[in-house]
């Protein structure tokens, strides 16, 4: 799969809340397909000038995960229960889950 990205946009924001997030991924239960998907979208954010952390820290705006479609994570594992205290952060993030469902599911 190849990733074309345009040239990033200037550096001014077009409106007041658009702005630069600090964004890092945790994954879960992963596919092929979900780790080259995460993996192109974190290269994205990182070439528009975001700030792409290795591991979750302060200060971060996003938290990626990635889960399985049908099964139900119990709230002492889920990371939009305990993001911010596994973590140490000062406020949770926007955790962003994302999973694979195949048209058969």
Same mark, same amino acid.
């Given at each position: 799969? %190849? ?7 200037? !550096?001014?924001?077009?409106? &007041?809340? $658009?702005?630069?997030? *600090? ?9 092929? !397909?979900? #780790?080259? +998907? ?6 994205? +954010? ?7 952390? &290795? *591991?979750?820290? *302060?200060?971060? #705006?996003? /938290? !990626?995960?990635?889960?399985? +479609? ?9 990371? /939009? ?7 140490? $952060?000062?406020?949770?993030? %926007?955790?962003?889950?994302? /999973? ?6």
């Amino acid at each position: 799969m %190849t990733i074309i990205i345009p040239n990033p946009p200037s !550096l001014k924001p077009a409106h &007041d809340w $658009l702005r630069q997030v *600090n964004i890092a991924y945790t994954p879960g239960p992963t596919t092929p !397909l979900l #780790d080259e +998907f995460a993996h192109g979208l974190l290269s994205c +954010f990182d070439q528009y000038g975001h700030t792409v952390q &290795d *591991n979750p820290h *302060n200060p971060l #705006d996003v /938290l !990626l995960t990635t889960t399985t +479609f049908g099964q139900p994570v119990g709230w002492r594992k889920a990371l /939009l229960a305990h993001a911010r205290k596994r973590y140490s $952060l000062e406020h949770t993030p %926007t955790i962003i889950n994302l /999973l694979q469902v195949s048209p058969r599911q």
